[in-house]
């Protein structure tokens, strides 16, 4: 019996070995990374389900792509059609593993009396993001309720959020469209301040699926070689992602504590984050529609052409 004993810890400390590796992920301060602070946590106490991992966060994309491309990391989370993007951009060495986010996108206003998309005719719209996701989001639900951009309802471009946020107050008829936390910061500033409209699901109305803000991705060549830490980093993450939407108090403790946001805008807005993991088929699905739509307005906010299925990792 001992014998035994000793052979079957023996056989699972080499699982362990054969199935653990040291990944690197970088991910974007906000919602994208809100998802992963329980597995960062577990990992700082010791490491988890196998992996040892190293985190990087980032305030931009653009200093994302550069950890991608060099294959300086393995895994990254980042906007849904930068992944297309970069999917194009290297020839096909990415590969998309989940949605970590769907719509974070709200209309705002200071007042109460935006209740519809038609309630946004003859308004300007405050907003940052063109060239971008927020900008193609905004249009197609524009569109599709009927509003003309340029003749029934107009919007202001600017360089940040908070630009948005002090021109809303300065102009008594204007709206904002502000993504989560800076939607929940700007209504924290000022009680004036509410949310409109949820254009998430607006958009879900009127398309059918779901609208994406972030997706997960990983270098094709890394995932290969590790399928095993792939498949444990997912299932670390999926508890991660668990966790943060059924313990709000804890997750933005953690939240506060990694610097993605403070604890208190966290508590508040993660309700609001739309923080998730979709893997496998319903991955592809979700995301090969949104993409479609994107393409549809401008092919080039996903690389040029729709990714084909080497994009999408299911598992199979």
């Known amino acids: 019996m001992r014998k035994l004993i000793v052979y079957i810890m023996v056989m699972l400390a080499v699982s362990l070995s054969l199935s653990a590796a040291d990944v690197s992920v970088a991910a974007l301060r906000g919602p994208t990374s809100m ?79 935006v209740n519809t ?65 800076f939607a929940t910061t700007a209504m924290m500033s000022d009680p004036g301040i509410r949310i409109a409209l949820d254009l998430n699901d607006i958009w879900e109305e009127n398309v059918g699926s779901v609208l994406i803000t972030g997706v997960t991705i990983a270098r094709k060549d890394w995932a290969e070689k590790n399928p095993a830490a792939l498949t444990a980093f997912l299932e670390s993450y999926k508890a991660s992602v668990d966790y943060a939407n059924s313990d709000i108090p804890g997750a933005a403790a953690l939240i506060g504590k990694y610097g993605i946001v403070p604890e208190k805008v966290a508590a508040a807005a993660l309700p609001y984050c739309q923080v998730t993991l979709i893997t496998g088929e319903e991955m592809k699905n979700a995301l090969s529609e949104y993409l479609s739509i994107l393409y549809a307005q401008n092919p080039q906010s996903v690389g040029g052409a729709l990714p084909d299925d080497g994009f999408y990792y299911t598992g199979k």
Not at 61 to 83: E, H, T
Not at 137 to 151: C, D, P, R, T, W
């Open 117 to 181: 998309v038609e309630d946004l005719r003859g308004r300007t719209i405050y907003s940052a993001g063109k060239g971008a996701t927020p900008e193609y989001a905004l249009q197609y639900v524009l569109s599709s309720s009927g509003l003309e951009v340029g003749k029934d309802v107009f919007i202001e471009w600017k360089s940040e959020h908070a630009e948005c946020v002090a021109a809303l107050k300065a102009d008594q008829n204007g709206v904002a469209m502000l993504p989560q936390p």
């Open 35 to 113: 998802g992963m602070v329980k597995l960062m946590d577990e990992n700082e106490k010791g490491g988890e389900n196998g992996n040892s991992y190293s985190f990087q966060l980032e305030g931009s994309a653009d200093a994302v792509v550069p950890l991608v491309v060099k294959g300086d990391v393995d895994i990254a989370a980042i906007p849904g059609n930068l992944s297309s993007v970069l999917y194009a951009r290297t020839k096909g060495a990415v590969e998309v593993i989940g949605i970590n986010t769907l719509g974070v996108l709200y209309i705002v206003e200071n007042g109460n009396e």
